[in-house]
C-alpha cells in the first residue's frame, strides 16, 4: 500500500515543480558577435594603436641587434689579444646581454598581446551589455549566436544595432599601451 501511495503522488510533485516554471520561449533575437567584436571601430583603433607600438620595438630591437652584433665582432677580434680565460668571459658576458635582449623582447610581446587581449575583452563586455539592453527593450528572451542557427529570418538579425551602439559608445574611448617596463 506504502508503494502505491508513493507511485501515485510522485507524478503530481513532478508536474508541480515543472508547473512553476515557463521554459516557452517567444521573441529570440541573432547576433554575429565574432562579427561585431572584428568589426568595431574601437577594436580597429586597438590593432592599429597595437600595431604602432609592434613597430617601435621592432626599431628598439633593430638597434640593438645591430650592437650585439658589434659586439660580437670586436669580441672575435680580442679573440687573438686576450687570454682564454679573459675571452671567455667576455663570451659569458656577451652571451648575458644577448639572453637579456631575447628575454625583453618575450616579455614586450608578452604584455603587448595582453593588452590587446584586455583591450578585447573590454570591447567584448560592452557588446554584451549592449545586446542586453536590446533584448530588455525589444522583449527578446532569447538571443542566439548566428553560427548556432541554420535558417532565420533577417528581422531577427541584431548585429548592425549592435555594431553602431557600440560604436557610438567607443568613439570617445582612450585606448593607451602605457611604456612597457623590463
Do not use: C, H, W, Y
Not at 529570440?28 to 586597438?46: H, M, Q, W
Not at 652584433?69 to 687570454?83: A, D, H, V
Not at 682564454?84 to 659569458?92: I, K, L, M, R, T
Not at 648575458?96 to 604584455?111: G, L, N, P
Amino acid at each position: 500500500v506504502f508503494l502505491l501511495l508513493a507511485a501515485v503522488q510522485a507524478p503530481s510533485f513532478a508536474q508541480s515543480v515543472t508547473s512553476e516554471k515557463d521554459f516557452s520561449i517567444g521573441n529570440v533575437g541573432l547576433i554575429d558577435l565574432p562579427f561585431v567584436l572584428r568589426a568595431a571601430s574601437a577594436s580597429t583603433k586597438v590593432r592599429e594603436l597595437l600595431d604602432e607600438k609592434r613597430a617601435e620595438f621592432s626599431e628598439e630591437f633593430q638597434v640593438k641587434e645591430a650592437e650585439l652584433l658589434q659586439m660580437e665582432r670586436e669580441l672575435n677580434l680580442k679573440r687573438s689579444i686576450l687570454s682564454e680565460a679573459d675571452f671567455n668571459a667576455e663570451v659569458q658576458k656577451f652571451q648575458a646581454q644577448v639572453a637579456d635582449t631575447q628575454q625583453e623582447i618575450q616579455f614586450k610581446r608578452r604584455s603587448l598581446d595582453q593588452a590587446f587581449q584586455a583591450a578585447q575583452d573590454q570591447i567584448r563586455e560592452v557588446a554584451l551589455e549592449i545586446v542586453t539592453e536590446i533584448a530588455t527593450r525589444e522583449k527578446l528572451d532569447l538571443i542566439l549566436n548566428r553560427e548556432a542557427a541554420l535558417i532565420f529570418r533577417p528581422d531577427l538579425n541584431i548585429t548592425e544595432e549592435v555594431l553602431n551602439e557600440l560604436n557610438e559608445r567607443t568613439k570617445n574611448a582612450r585606448i593607451e599601451v602605457g611604456e612597457l617596463p623590463f
